[in-house]
């Protein structure tokens, strides 16, 4: 069974040199501390960039997720690059209001259920998008009294929260509530109109108190520049809120950019005011018009734009691959059509601080379970991951290795940990580690020959350090 992902942000990891010392005392413990139990692995290593987008980004204290659609996930390369590349989820449209409560205390959570399950499955991050939002709401709400509204709300808000306590991280309580141009007045949306102003402080207090774990986040687009009259408005609202004790923990900026709003200059000024106040800030819907080297710079600006602000604690894509996006002909996403990497997804990488892996194509194992290095009769394996034990401080992994349809002779796959999470043992492999001592690549130690279809097994074991997360797994690749 996989661990329900962490509900709070994991603090930032030391820097690249600070880790590393980390990693090599904590190995010199672990390996001492093992000797005596007689399963020493030896934890010596060779460096290497990440070479996924989660890979990168958690080397550098951040998620990297997208939000999905459900109605992809029977895709196999839409799962397969979704699992491999991405530590966290939004629903894009299934934990919306419609899709949740079509009627009147009729709640229907199958469909977000099937994503929520999936990104458990997978060790993934989970993002709640959205309890209060004018949009996607059923009409039935509009036409609420004043009263009904305020309890309908509330209601909405404990039975969704409630639905997925524990396993949200980050949830977007209100969405969009200011108007767009120069006015900085709120939208005039039901919830404004029946409640006013303070229906947004309510929110935020019914939200806290049905899970007080998961981050509570204001999001909104067209808040990136910071001279604009709605960025300044959505700042005024945070800094009333921390000033006066509203339970706020983050702002998200959609970050949908085109040439017509492309990425201000001040981008990172922006982030920088908003965490000054005491909140987090996430980059929670991120898609850029456009293609190739310019493309590429403005996603690569937003990312670096994001490392430079400590509380900046990941970003979210607005979904996995151009064709499907919500403005596809803008193709303003990381993958194109056929799941190959673009030049933007590069530029993230880069400011990352990963491997670029150089333009490949996306998989297409068919399955959710890690990966594969191709079909038919050329050599392939799968890795799926499960925990076998948990005590106080510490969880046991098992990664079970499978040849695909023709033997093997070698196999290879990553096992990337969360800071401040370490590994401090390994038995049945052969490890060795990248320079920030989170992403470990595993190979055979005797055990790399496989016959077609069957497999063998390695474990670890991980310090927790208070994070429960599950490990990722990178693909397996098999000659
Ligand atoms: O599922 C139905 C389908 O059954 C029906 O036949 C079809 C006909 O219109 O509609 C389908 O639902 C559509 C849904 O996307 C799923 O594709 C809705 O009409 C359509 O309105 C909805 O659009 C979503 C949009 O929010 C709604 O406002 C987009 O997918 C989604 O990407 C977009 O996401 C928003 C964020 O939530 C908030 N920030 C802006 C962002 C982009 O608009």
Same mark, same amino acid.
């Given at each position: 069974?996989?661990?329900?992902?962490?509900? %709070? @942000?994991?603090?930032?990891?030391?820097?690249?040199?600070?880790?590393?010392?980390?990693?090599?005392?904590?190995?010199?413990?672990?390996?001492?501390?093992?000797?005596?139990?007689?399963?020493? *692995?030896?934890?010596?290593?060779?460096?290497?960039?990440?070479?996924?987008?989660?890979?990168?980004? &958690?080397?550098?204290?951040?998620?990297?997720?997208?939000?999905?659609?459900?109605?992809?996930?029977?895709?196999?390369?839409?799962?397969?690059?979704?699992?491999?590349?991405?530590? %966290?989820?939004?629903?894009?449209? &299934?934990?919306?209001?419609?899709?949740?409560?079509?009627?009147?205390?009729?709640?229907?959570?199958?469909?977000?259920?099937?994503?929520?399950?999936?990104?458990? %499955?997978?060790?993934?991050?989970?993002?709640?998008?959205? #309890?209060?939002? @004018?949009? +996607?709401?059923?009409?039935?709400?509009?036409?609420?009294?004043?009263?009904?509204?305020?309890?309908?709300?509330?209601?909405?808000?404990?039975?969704?929260?409630?639905?997925?306590?524990? +396993?949200? @991280?980050?949830?977007?309580?209100?969405?969009?509530?200011?108007?767009?141009?120069?006015?900085?007045?709120?939208?005039?949306?039901?919830?404004?109109?029946?409640?006013?102003?303070?229906?947004?402080?309510? &929110?935020?207090?019914?939200?806290?108190?049905?899970?007080?774990?998961?981050?509570?986040?204001?999001?909104?687009?067209?808040?990136?520049?910071?001279?604009?009259?709605?960025?300044?408005?959505?700042?005024?609202?945070? !800094?009333?809120?921390?000033?006066?004790?509203?339970?706020?923990?983050?702002?998200?900026?959609?970050? @949908?950019?085109?040439?017509?709003?492309?990425?201000?200059?001040?981008?990172?000024?922006? #982030?920088?005011?908003?965490?000054?106040?005491?909140?987090?800030?996430?980059?929670?819907?991120?898609?850029?018009?456009?293609?190739?080297?310019?493309?590429?710079?403005?996603?690569?600006?937003?990312? +670096?734009?994001?490392?430079?602000?400590? !509380?900046? *604690?990941?970003?979210?894509?607005?979904?996995?691959?151009?064709?499907?996006?919500?403005?596809?002909?803008?193709?303003?996403?990381?993958?194109?059509?056929?799941?190959?990497?673009?030049?933007?997804?590069?530029?993230?990488?880069?400011?990352?601080?990963?491997?670029?892996?150089?333009?490949?194509?996306?998989? *297409?194992?068919?399955?959710?379970?890690?990966?594969?290095?191709?079909?038919?009769?050329?050599?392939?394996?799968?890795?799926?991951?499960? +925990?076998?034990?948990?005590?106080?401080?510490?969880?046991?992994?098992?990664?079970?290795?499978?040849?695909?349809? &023709?033997?093997?002779?070698?196999?290879?796959?990553?096992?990337?940990?969360?800071?401040?999470?370490?590994?401090?043992?390994?038995?049945?492999?052969?490890?060795?580690?990248?320079?920030?001592?989170?992403?470990?690549?595993?190979?055979?130690?005797?055990?790399?020959?496989?016959?077609?279809?069957?497999?063998?097994?390695?474990?670890?074991?991980?310090?927790?350090?208070?994070?429960?997360?599950?490990?990722?797994?990178?693909?397996?690749?098999?000659?």
């Amino acid at each position: 069974m996989i661990d329900t992902p962490r509900t %709070s @942000h994991e603090p930032r990891t030391p820097g690249r040199r600070g880790r590393s010392a980390l990693r090599n005392a904590l190995v010199v413990g672990a390996t001492l501390a093992l000797a005596a139990a007689g399963t020493v *692995t030896a934890l010596t290593g060779t460096a290497s960039a990440a070479s996924t987008l989660a890979g990168a980004a &958690a080397e550098q204290g951040r998620y990297f997720g997208t939000a999905i659609a459900a109605g992809r996930m029977g895709e196999s390369d839409y799962m397969s690059v979704l699992n491999r590349e991405f530590d %966290s989820i939004t629903a894009e449209n &299934a934990m919306k209001w419609d899709a949740l409560q079509p009627s009147r205390n009729s709640f229907n959570f199958s469909t977000a259920d099937r994503i929520a399950n999936h990104a458990r %499955s997978q060790g993934m991050k989970l993002r709640g998008h959205t #309890l209060v939002w @004018h949009s +996607q709401l059923p009409s039935w709400v509009t036409s609420l009294s004043t009263n009904d509204l305020r309890s309908t709300m509330n209601n909405h808000i404990n039975r969704v929260m409630g639905q997925y306590k524990g +396993q949200v @991280h980050s949830w977007d309580v209100v969405n969009e509530a200011f108007e767009d141009g120069s006015s900085g007045a709120r939208r005039n949306s039901v919830f404004q109109q029946r409640l006013g102003n303070g229906f947004i402080e309510e &929110a935020f207090r019914t939200a806290r108190a049905a899970d007080p774990d998961a981050k509570l986040c204001y999001n909104d687009y067209n808040t990136d520049n910071w001279n604009h009259a709605k960025t300044q408005a959505v700042y005024n609202m945070v !800094r009333d809120f921390k000033s006066r004790g509203v339970p706020i923990d983050c702002v998200g900026f959609q970050a @949908h950019f085109n040439s017509g709003n492309p990425v201000p200059s001040n981008y990172h000024t922006t #982030l920088q005011n908003f965490a000054d106040l005491g909140v987090d800030v996430q980059i929670t819907e991120l898609d850029i018009a456009g293609s190739g080297s310019s493309q590429a710079e403005q996603f690569k600006g937003v990312t +670096q734009a994001c490392l430079a602000v400590s !509380r900046c *604690t990941g970003i979210t894509v607005w979904g996995v691959t151009d064709k499907y996006s919500w403005r596809s002909s803008d193709t303003p996403l990381l993958f194109d059509g056929n799941y190959n990497k673009k030049p933007a997804y590069q530029g993230v990488m880069e400011a990352l601080g990963g491997s670029d892996g150089g333009g490949t194509t996306g998989g *297409t194992d068919g399955g959710t379970d890690g990966g594969t290095t191709g079909g038919g009769d050329t050599a392939s394996c799968t890795v799926t991951y499960e +925990q076998t034990e948990r005590w106080g401080d510490r969880f046991n992994g098992r990664v079970t290795v499978r040849a695909g349809s &023709a033997p093997i002779t070698n196999w290879s796959t990553t096992v990337t940990v969360s800071s401040p999470q370490k590994i401090s043992a390994t038995w049945n492999g052969t490890p060795s580690w990248d320079s920030s001592g989170n992403v470990m690549t595993m190979r055979p130690s005797g055990n790399g020959t496989l016959a077609a279809g069957s497999s063998t097994s390695f474990g670890f074991t991980v310090m927790a350090n208070g994070n429960w997360n599950a490990p990722r797994l990178g693909s397996c690749t098999a000659s």
